[in-house]
């Protein structure tokens, strides 16, 4: 499917086979422990700036999640706060919506993405992005906005 507009993402996009995600969403009162709202929905691609999956449940834009990404092979899931930038319908499928996650800031202050989970990115993106520094959903070839 070719894309239309300008392509606003600065980050190459990768596929995981395998990898899942599992979410919950932030809400108001912290003293509310909560559990993952959903767990192991399909990852569809991965950057260093967010990423896509699938779910059952349409998650309001600009609603605040924490993600637990579990990669095979790995031991230990990648921890990610973020915030949803979109969502659609995802018709004739099993998961009914796809969505879209924009990472926060890695950082060490407070709401901050660990810092060490970039070079865990980096890494996953050198292994599974394709030789040509693209993922095979990605249509890099488009026109891309340069301010200045």
């Known amino acids: 499917m070719k894309k239309k ?26 003293k509310l422990k909560r559990s993952y709202g959903e767990e192991f929905c399909p990852v569809m691609d991965l950057s260093r700036g967010g990423l896509r999956f699938v779910c059952q449940s349409k998650l309001s834009i600009n609603t605040k999640i924490k993600m637990k990404v579990s990669v095979p092979g790995e031991r230990i899931p990648l921890e990610l706060i973020g915030k949803v930038r979109w969502s659609a319908a995802n018709p004739g499928k099993s998961y009914k919506y796809q969505t879209g996650v924009q990472f926060n800031p890695y950082g060490e202050k407070k709401k901050q993405n660990y810092p060490g989970n970039l070079v865990k990115i980096i890494a996953l993106e050198q292994k599974f992005s394709d030789e040509e520094g693209e993922s095979a959903d990605s249509d890099q070839g488009g026109d891309f906005e340069i301010d200045g």
């Open 5 to 30: 507009g300008i392509e606003r993402r600065t980050c190459i996009r990768f596929e995981i086979p395998g990898a899942t995600v599992s979410y919950k969403v932030f809400k108001l009162s912290p």
